[in-house]
């Protein structure tokens, strides 16, 4: 990787970081997800720091790139967070029934009290 492509990636990521936290900040972003979101900046900044650990990383998978290598890693974290984001909505899904459920027995229990 060239000077000018590290100090690149570098800016991009410094950039992202500084957003992560501006949206922690002005709470666009629950801090729940928060560590995840500055973990993957610091892990960018690792690879672009210590690019020879990607090139290590790539030889070790397989892949014939490193381009592929972050390709994949970054397909799976996105998969990943597709998961995790369905699960919530699930979970979020069967609290809004249940929350449903009890205000139409509540309604029922106050009609009748009438």
Partial sequence: MTLTQKIFAAIMVFLM??????????????????WLWMLTGVLLLALVFFYDLLVAITAMIGAVMPTTTLFIFG???????????????SELTNQVKNLAQEVSLLRAYREMGN
Wanted: overall charge positive.
């Fill in 17 to 34: 970081l500084g957003l992560i936290i501006t949206l922690i900040k002005r709470g666009k972003l629950r801090e729940e997800y928060s």
């Fill in 75 to 89: 397909i799976m974290f996105l998969i990943l967070i597709s998961l995790h984001f369905a699960v919530k909505i």
